[in-house]
């Protein structure tokens, strides 16, 4: 069982991951835009209904669906 992220992980600091995507520092990250989010991004290893999924760009360990981080890339 992969283990959850923590929005203080090297990785996710690194690329602003946040679980609530809405808690992106927008300022620091302005590729952030409402309604980016990690269940449409193409890394996310989840169902886009999953709450949580692994994510390559955070070592394979859960991110919140909810979530978003600078590696976002839009799902195909
Ligand atoms: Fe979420 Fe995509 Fe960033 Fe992974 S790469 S944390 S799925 S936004």
Same mark, same amino acid.
């Given at each position: ?16 991951? $946040? ?8 300022? $620091? ?18 169902? !886009?209904?999953?709450?949580?999924? !692994? ?10 669906? $909810? ?5 976002? !890339? $839009?799902?195909?």
């Amino acid at each position: 069982q992969a283990q959850k992220i923590a929005e203080t992980d090297a990785a996710a600091t690194a690329l602003g991951y $946040k679980n609530d995507a809405t808690k992106v520092d927008a300022k $620091k990250f302005p590729a952030y835009a409402a309604g980016k989010t990690c269940s449409n991004c193409m890394l996310y290893q989840g169902k !886009a209904t999953d709450s949580w999924g !692994a994510c390559g760009a955070m070592g394979n360990k859960l991110v919140n669906g $909810k979530g978003w981080c600078a590696a976002w !890339a $839009k799902k195909a």
